[in-house]
């Protein structure tokens, strides 16, 4: 598949913090087009940074930076060129609160085509097809205050998705929901990388979301610190803890019991292919 | 014995509006002395509501709040000491960072308590020694802080007033795994220090089978149970049927039991679970 994002020796500082080692230093990595990537990392590891350096609300200190061809370091980068890479990727942010802008659904999902002066047929159109595809039709006509915080979610989903881009970031957008809101937003951005060829991007503390991207990415102190798909990545429990992650429940309980001198492999995810080796492992004993 | 008790709460929004929304329907709960209890439901199940009953931040429209038996709305006027013993962290509660200090910030709660500055500079120190608030960022503004670092001082504005309870509103939400362990343990530190009770609420079912004794199972504005850990986690249809996630650990244990194997013992944490196929393993051996 076709690379979509290229980071080249990317490194980036914040400026106003004095003495500050760099929020993310020396990135190198590739993401191809409809990928699904989780990008881990405690707090301050930098992964929100590598995040807003994808659309350029941060720009790269050094080293060079390419999202679907376009180079985004390069010196004379148009503002056209900018305009055109935010429509490519859209983020959606922590706390939904911050991000609804509109008295109704409807007018928040088109406040982006709005200010692309979008014609108003076409944007008719767009914001009942976003509406749609995050299943949120029925609240077009409500007001945003009034919804839970994983239909909050969606409407933001929505609004970036009416602008039509190749990839998503979901910068810990499941941070703030309860359990049923966090499986509804996955699902929602899970169907659409499955069925529109998304390019996911999720950013998150929760190890058993992570787990259910194709690869995991592990930021720390602003470096890659692992790349791989959840297996190989949670294989590696015991370093991961010891930079303060951890892995998924169900994928402890194997590592713990591989301790205690079960022959099971490494890096088991998801409560079923646990259950399946635990089983095996106890009905060979 | 019970610290804090209600009896019978209810509440609702907007009255007479067409915004009308009850939040409490009838909600009688009560509080340990001296223990963790957790409190969870799905959003909208009126925990946060709960919370804001305790110290008095919301009146309740019918029924009583009682601080050791107590009614706290008997005296209006008394409210404000209410709330430097029953000390409330809200949800996000860095976004209320406002000093131009943290030292400041986190004695904001003491000053207005009238204490002397020699006492409020050593409960500002002893409350982010809690929280693991290194001293040198006291006197640092607050906006510098990292995320993690502005939620632990938020936290410790309240813990510097030496609350007997502390409420805290899904104190780890957002934080990293470490970062979350290291405020629960901070939370257990006080709690012992002082011998306070703790409340707390959270969406992580992991957390609550880790960090809490007692737990209270909301849905759609009413208390459906309220009970040990144990009670509510060997429930799991209850936890599903009320929006909520099962923990993983218990998760594995009922795919286990779906495979003919039937684990005995505590399985909501994976320590539990653990411990209970070793001892599935070694009963087998012995048969």
């Known amino acids: 598949m076709k690379e979509f994002i290229r980071a080249e020796h990317l490194s980036f500082s914040y400026e106003s913090i004095e003495d500050a080692p760099p929020a993310l230093y020396d990135i190198t990595l590739s993401i191809k087009k409809g990928e699904y990537v989780a990008v881990l990392g405690h707090n301050g590891s930098g992964k929100s940074t590598f995040a807003k350096l994808l659309n350029m609300i941060l720009i790269p200190t050094s080293g060079k930076l390419y999202v679907d061809g376009m180079e985004l370091t390069c010196p004379d980068f148009t503002e056209e060129q900018l305009f055109a890479l935010r429509r490519k990727i859209g983020m959606v942010f922590?706390?939904?609160?911050?991000?609804?802008?509109?008295?109704?659904?409807?007018?928040d999902v088109a406040?982006?085509?709005?200010?692309?002066g979008v014609p108003y047929a076409e944007m008719h159109k767009r914001v009942k097809e976003a509406l749609s595809l995050v299943g949120m039709t029925e609240y077009a006509l409500h007001a945003p205050s009034r919804l839970s915080g994983g239909q909050k979610q969606r409407v933001a989903i929505a609004g970036v998705l009416a602008m039509l881009p190749s990839c998503m970031i979901l910068d810990e957008a499941t941070a703030m929901l309860d359990p049923q809101g966090r499986i509804e937003v996955l699902e929602t951005v899970e169907k659409l990388h499955r069925e529109q060829g998304l390019t996911l991007l999720h950013i998150t503390h929760y190890m058993d979301e992570a787990a259910?991207?194709?690869?995991?990415?592990?930021?720390?102190?602003?470096?890659?610190?692992a790349d791989g798909t959840p297996s190989e990545v949670f294989a590696r429990r015991d370093e991961l803890r010891a930079i303060g992650l951890d892995v998924p429940g169900e994928t402890e309980i194997v590592e713990d019991l591989r301790k205690d001198g079960f022959s099971l492999p490494a890096g088991c995810i998801g409560t079923e292919v646990c259950a399946d080796e635990i089983a095996k492992a106890l009905g060979t004993l | 014995?019970?610290?804090?008790?209600?009896?019978?709460?209810?509440?609702?929004?907007?009255?007479?509006?067409?915004?009308?929304?009850?939040?409490l329907s009838g909600v009688s709960v009560s509080f340990e002395k001296g223990k963790t209890t957790g409190i969870i439901g799905h959003t909208g199940s009126g925990k946060s509501t709960l919370v804001q009953m305790l110290n008095g931040l919301l009146k309740p429209e019918s029924g009583k709040v009682l601080l050791y038996g107590a009614d706290i709305w008997e005296n209006p006027k008394e409210l404000p000491k209410v709330r430097y013993r029953v000390g409330l962290v809200m949800q996000y509660p860095e976004y209320q960072l406002f000093d131009e200090t943290v030292r400041?910030?986190?004695?904001?709660?003491?000053?207005?308590?009238?204490l002397s500055p020699e006492e409020i500079e050593q409960r500002v120190k002893e409350a982010a020694a809690f929280v693991g608030l290194p001293e040198d960022l006291l006197d640092k503004p607050p906006l510098e802080l990292s995320g993690g670092q502005k939620r632990r001082a938020a936290i410790a504005g309240i813990i510097a007033m030496r609350p007997e309870v502390l409420?805290?509103?899904?104190?780890?939400?957002?934080?990293?795994?470490?970062?979350?362990?290291?405020?629960?343990?901070?939370?257990?530190?006080?709690?012992?220090?002082?011998?306070?009770?703790?409340?707390?609420?959270?969406?992580?079912?992991?957390?609550?089978?880790?960090?809490?004794?007692?737990?209270?199972?909301?849905?759609?504005?009413?208390?459906?149970?309220?009970?040990?850990?144990?009670?509510?986690?060997s429930e799991p249809d209850l936890l599903e049927e009320?929006?909520?996630?099962?923990?993983?650990?218990?998760?594995?244990?009922?795919?286990?039991r779906r495979r003919g194997i039937n684990l005995q013992g505590e399985l909501y944490t994976t320590q539990g679970v653990r411990r209970a196929i070793l001892a599935?393993?070694?009963?087998?051996?012995?048969?």
């Not at chain 1, 259910?212 to 610190?225: E, K, L, M, Q």
């Not at chain 2, 996630?245 to 795919?255: G, M, N, S």
């Open chain 1, 94 to 107: 922590q706390n939904p609160d911050n991000q609804l802008v509109a008295g109704v659904v409807e007018e």
């Open chain 1, 111 to 116: 406040f982006g085509l709005e200010n692309l």
């Open chain 1, 212 to 225: 259910r991207a194709g690869r995991i990415v592990v930021i720390h102190d602003g470096r890659v610190w």
């Open chain 2, 1 to 23: 014995m019970n610290i804090l008790e209600l009896k019978d709460v209810s509440c609702r929004y907007a009255i007479g509006t067409p915004f009308e929304m009850t939040a």
């Open chain 2, 104 to 114: 400041a910030d986190i004695g904001y709660a003491p000053r207005n308590m009238g």
């Open chain 2, 167 to 233: 409420v805290l509103d899904e104190p780890a939400a957002g934080l990293d795994p470490r970062g979350k362990a290291e405020i629960f343990e901070g939370l257990n530190a006080y709690k012992k220090a002082h011998g306070a009770t703790v409340i707390l609420v959270s969406h992580s079912m992991e957390d609550m089978a880790k960090y809490c004794e007692n737990v209270i199972l909301m849905r759609h504005t009413q208390v459906i149970k309220q009970g040990s850990v144990r009670d509510i986690f």
């Open chain 2, 242 to 256: 009320s929006g909520l996630a099962i923990p993983a650990a218990y998760r594995l244990a009922l795919a286990l």
């Open chain 2, 280 to 287: 599935y393993q070694e009963g087998r051996g012995k048969v």
